[in-house]
């Protein structure tokens, strides 16, 4: 048995450090968090000191209980958890909950998982940082309070099960705002006026007027007064310029722009990010430091001067900026700069390739640029034409890499050709353009985590699941709008002629950004009513900075909590009383058949229109909303026009044709079947023959292409690619097949290997009831038992299950049948 027993969090962590001990030391793994808050109840004690009740969750008992016995056997047991707060109170719910005598505790940290970070990490180890514990439990303490208080709050003033969240709901808050400012937003017109010259050799470049005009009439007149003009060169300047590497990445850094140039979601770049930690490849991933350290900055001078040569090396140190940096870690950087890119997945490989090329390019030289300015005079008028150049005389940094920017409207400076004072040139044409100026843009995820990192809100551990939650609850979607068409004019002046052209261009995309729900704004709308201080994002910064004093022995977390509850609570109270209910009502205006009020309103089942209210003598109308329909936008005519669902078209093949909106959006019903109607299609528009004709192409996607085993093979595409159905089977169809043109044989082969995979899945079978034990992805399994499926965490060992216990698991999580009412009969 090995003296030494190394515990840390995760499976694939464990597996590469095993590689750097020896004989000696067994390294096992906690799987995350091994005790957390009870899930239903407060699980702390707010009459008195805030002591929370921790708990260790079931599917942790067997890890728990293998963990206490190796420790028993071991001489020293040897923390190994990250080095974040979470990763201190890892360590200490390990000691806790193990029963670890602290004369064989040992705490190591280390920022990489390299065998020279191990050892150092093993000749240096500490004791558990209180201090860390404690700022980590008054964070989840105080989140646990606000959410188990105001979530019931919303659940009888606004809709059932909803919750709110400290750092969630001011996300949301964020998103929200935002989207009021662009509806509040009126665009104002303009003129910008561009040009194009040519020089003495013929070479053409762009200039153009720095100011815009007003009105179509003063641009025209603009145009007019350069019909017959003379053009020069009136001034010429150059000036050598610099350009300085960014720093290397931080946690909201690396998520911003591996959104940019990768297209990650939040979530995905940090899933990632976590497996090349793991494996060895790169620094810890949650850090608000720039910091690098003399080692590293020593590693990237060599892999500099080894690649590049040495006028391309220029070490440097950075300091950051970030408010309330938390941890004292180095900044996110290869753990060998000598490995340019890592044998890995296409995503880790990508990431990692983003991660090498920031950390090398911030120990590089910066670039050499010659910028320069022209100012161009027409001999009609006093108005000066302006043209500007870079040169890059030396590329430094910018030969490995470049900061990307969130600015859409930022232009990209070219080259100029020579150029000389009082050069004469010809004008090619002259453009007047009307422009219009934007709202703010919707945030993306990336610019979302950019706004709470300057707001001082979350810290590097929590935007990722905070990002995640709001999309899970419905608050937040990603939007799918691509844009709406919008006409403009242009005035062109060429060959001494003005003409007019009218163009068009897309506006208002949403595509991939934040916006809020109907639910999200409504919520936002009730919290920001009567908590107004919890969503207050100088609170929030606040509240940040005094986990920051916690960590720091600077305050006391029980303190801290005291002193918040004591208001906190009372508000609550007194809302949950005296507030009147919140459903984002709108009157919309009055049916002119009944002379009945029309409003839209949040009802049970969502959004919806009502016609008529709960004091007429008639009951009153409800239609819901289509998914693209909204309650602060939907017009009085588009809410009228639900009424008209769902829509008798006629027949076909003798079966009723009816049109309809559902809940994933419009639809065609025949008989048993459904046909979603094309994107953008109104429902209200489609005839009898478009229907019958969106059926055929249908009936025709669903005929059997191919019989296997006297059962039907059809094809189609969904959400997630191209497919082929057979006995119920949906199996996907990737790129090594023609999906056009699939052969016989290609279907046989798909679904012999989709039928093979699924038997090697299958750990276990009861056919008679019905029950099935079967692998799942990440290395977890599933019970599954008709609809219901359970997923079991990768800790438990599911080979030697028995009927009766997987019974008994299925017993404990499937949902509860509510009683019936019972009904009584009035007696006459």
């Given at each position: 048995m090995a003296k030494n027993l190394v515990i840390v969090e995760s499976p694939a962590k464990a597996k590469t450090i095993e590689k750097f001990l020896g004989k000696d030391f067994k390294v096992e793994s906690s799987f995350g968090h091994i005790a957390d808050l009870p899930s239903k109840e407060l699980g702390v004690d707010v009459e008195g000191d805030f002591k929370p009740k921790y708990k260790v969750s079931t599917d942790k008992k067997a890890v728990v209980k293998k963990l206490k016995d190796l420790a028993k056997k071991a001489e020293i047991v040897w923390l190994a958890s990250d080095e974040d707060r979470e990763g201190e109170a890892i360590a200490w719910h390990l000691a806790e909950n193990l029963g670890l005598d602290q004369k064989k505790i040992k705490r190591i940290?280390?920022?990489?998982?390299?065998?020279?970070?191990?050892?150092?990490?093993?000749?240096?180890?500490?004791?558990?940082?209180?201090?860390?514990?404690d700022a980590q439990q008054a964070r989840r303490v105080l989140d646990r309070i606000v959410g188990y208080e105001l979530s019931p709050v919303l659940w009888r003033k606004v809709k059932g099960g909803l919750s709110a969240g400290r750092v969630q709901s001011v996300s949301v808050r964020l998103i929200v705002e935002r989207e009021r400012e662009i509806q509040d937003f009126t665009p104002v017109a303009s003129y910008r006026i561009d040009a194009e010259f040519s020089n003495e050799e013929g070479q053409t470049f762009k200039a153009k007027l720095p100011k815009n005009f007003s009105?179509?009439?003063?641009?025209?007149?603009?145009?007019?007064?350069?019909?017959?003009?003379?053009?020069?060169?009136?001034?010429?300047?150059?000036?050598?310029?610099?350009?300085?590497?960014?720093?290397?990445?931080?946690?909201?850094?690396?998520?911003?722009?591996?959104?940019?140039?990768?297209?990650?979601?939040?979530?995905?770049?940090?899933?990632?990010?976590?497996?090349?930690?793991?494996?060895?490849?790169?620094?810890?991933?949650?850090?608000?430091?720039?910091?690098?350290?003399?080692?590293?900055?020593?590693?990237?001078?060599?892999?500099?001067?080894?690649?590049?040569?040495?006028?391309?090396?220029?070490?440097?140190?950075?300091?950051?900026?970030?408010?309330?940096?938390?941890?004292?870690?180095?900044?996110?950087?290869?753990?060998?700069?000598?490995?340019?890119?890592?044998?890995?997945?296409?995503?880790?490989?990508?990431?990692?390739d983003l991660i090498w090329k920031r950390a090398i390019a911030s120990q590089m030289s910066e670039a050499q640029l010659e910028r320069t300015n022209v100012k161009i005079s027409a001999s009609t008028h006093n108005t000066l034409f302006s043209a500007n150049g870079e040169v890059i005389t030396f590329?430094?940094?910018?030969?490995?890499?470049?900061?990307?920017?969130?600015?859409?409207?930022?232009?990209?400076?070219?080259?100029?050709?020579?150029?000389?004072?009082?050069?004469t040139l010809l004008n090619k044409y002259i453009t007047a353009t009307e422009r219009y100026t934007r709202p703010p843009a919707r945030y993306t995820e990336a610019a979302l985590v950019k706004k709470l990192e300057e707001l001082g809100i979350g810290r590097p551990s929590t935007y990722a699941p905070t990002i995640s939650t709001i999309q899970n609850r419905k608050y937040v979607e990603k939007g799918t709008v691509e844009g709406e068409p919008r006409n403009y004019v242009q005035l062109v002046l060429e060959a001494k002629n003005v003409s007019e052209k009218q163009l068009t261009e897309k506006v208002g995309s949403d595509?991939?950004?934040?916006?809020?729900?109907?639910?999200?704004?409504?919520?936002?709308?009730?919290?920001?009513?009567?908590?107004?201080?919890?969503?207050?994002?100088?609170?929030?910064?606040?509240?940040?900075?005094?986990?920051?004093?916690?960590?720091?022995g600077k305050e006391d977390w029980t303190a801290m909590m005291k002193e918040f509850y004591k208001d906190f609570h009372p508000q609550v109270e007194d809302v949950q009383q005296n507030?009147?209910?919140?459903?984002?009502?709108?009157?919309?205006?009055?049916?002119?058949?009944?002379?009945?009020?029309?409003?839209?309103?949040?009802?049970?089942?969502?959004?919806?229109?009502q016609v008529g209210t709960v004091d007429d003598e008639d009951k009153p109308l409800f239609a819901s909303l289509s998914p693209d329909q909204q309650l602060t936008t939907i017009t009085y005519e588009e809410a009228m026009d639900l009424f008209q669902l769902p829509k008798t078209l006629g027949e076909y093949k003798n079966e009723t044709v009816e049109v309809n909106n559902g809940r994933f959006g419009p639809y065609v019903k025949f008989g048993k079947k459904f046909v979603s109607l094309p994107k953008g299609v109104d429902p209200l528009s489609v005839e009898l023959d478009d229907?019958?004709?969106?059926?055929?192409?249908?009936?025709?996607?669903?005929?059997?292409?191919?019989?296997?085993?006297?059962?039907?093979?059809?094809?189609?595409?969904?959400?997630?690619?191209?497919?082929?159905?057979?006995?119920?089977?949906?199996?996907?169809?990737?790129?090594?097949?023609?999906?056009?043109?699939?052969?016989?044989?290609?279907?046989?082969?798909?679904?012999?290997?989709?039928?093979?995979?699924?038997k090697d899945k299958l750990i276990h079978h009861w056919e008679e009831e019905g029950i099935r034990v079967e692998k799942a992805r990440w290395g977890r399994h599933n019970i599954i038992k008709g609809k219901l499926k359970i997923e079991l965490p990768k800790t438990i060992d599911v080979s030697k299950f028995t009927l009766e216990e997987v019974q008994d698991i299925i017993e404990k999580n499937a949902p509860k049948k509510k009683p019936r009412k019972k009904t009584t009969t009035k007696k006459k």
């Open positions: 940290v280390f920022h990489e998982i390299t065998k020279a970070a191990i050892q150092k990490a093993i000749e240096n180890p500490r004791g558990i940082d209180y201090n860390l514990v009105t179509k009439a003063e641009a025209q007149q603009f145009l007019e007064d350069n019909i017959n003009a003379d053009f020069n060169v009136a001034d010429l300047q150059k000036k050598p310029a610099k350009k300085s590497p960014a720093a290397p990445f931080t946690t909201s850094t690396l998520q911003q722009e591996a959104a940019r140039k990768l297209g990650f979601s939040v979530s995905r770049t940090m899933s990632n990010a976590q497996r090349l930690y793991e494996a060895g490849l790169i620094t810890y991933m949650r850090t608000d430091s720039v910091n690098l350290s003399d080692e590293a900055r020593k590693g990237a001078q060599a892999e500099i001067e080894n690649a590049f040569g040495v006028k391309y090396s220029k070490p440097r140190n950075y300091k950051g900026k970030a408010k309330g940096a938390q941890e004292a870690h180095e900044a996110i950087r290869p753990t060998n700069f000598a490995q340019h890119t890592a044998n890995a997945e296409r995503d880790q490989a990508r990431l990692y590329d430094g940094f910018l030969k490995v890499y470049l900061e990307g920017t969130d600015d859409e409207d930022v232009e990209q400076e070219g080259m100029l050709p020579a150029l000389k004072i009082n050069e595509k991939g950004k934040l916006v809020p729900t109907d639910i999200g704004m409504i919520v936002t709308d009730f919290l920001v009513n009567h908590f107004e201080h919890i969503l207050d994002y100088n609170f929030t910064a606040k509240v940040e900075n005094q986990f920051d004093d916690i960590a720091d507030a009147e209910r919140e459903s984002g009502e709108r009157v919309l205006g009055t049916d002119p058949k009944t002379g009945r009020q029309v409003s839209v309103r949040l009802g049970k089942f969502g959004p919806m229109v229907a019958i004709q969106l059926i055929k192409e249908k009936e025709k996607a669903d005929a059997p292409i191919y019989m296997y085993k006297e059962l039907p093979v059809q094809k189609g595409k969904g959400r997630f690619g191209p497919f082929i159905k057979w006995n119920n089977m949906f199996i996907n169809v990737n790129k090594k097949y023609d999906w056009d043109n699939l052969s016989d044989n290609d279907i046989v082969e798909l679904i012999e290997d989709k039928i093979q995979k699924e």
